[in-house]
């Protein structure tokens, strides 16, 4: 398939649904750089998850429906990582 998008990501997530890892890549930087999201999956919705970096807590639902903005990042080859714990 034709890539139409200049970023990919990719997830795991335990098979309990208590932790995801997101890696989001950008590959080649744009001069007027954009807000993306990623939306991640296989998430329980009832579960809040943090941040283990920011500390920050999203709910599953809310990571999963609305997504999470990609952090902006000059240069080329880019990537960031999340890393999220259920905490409830």
């Known amino acids: 398939s034709a890539q139409t998008s200049n970023q990919c990501a990719w997830e795991t997530v335990s098979q309990?649904?208590?932790?995801?890892?997101?890696?989001?890549?950008?590959?080649?930087a744009s001069a007027q750089p954009y807000l993306t999201k990623t939306k991640l999956v296989g998430l329980d919705p009832q579960k809040h998850y943090e941040d283990q970096e920011t500390h920050e807590v999203y709910g599953g639902d809310e990571l999963m429906n609305l997504g999470l903005y990609d952090s902006i990042e000059r240069g080329d080859f880019k990537a960031k990582m999340y890393h999220f714990k259920a905490i409830n």
Request: aromatic content about 0%.
């Open 16 to 28: 309990d649904k208590s932790e995801a890892v997101l890696s989001v890549v950008r590959v080649m």
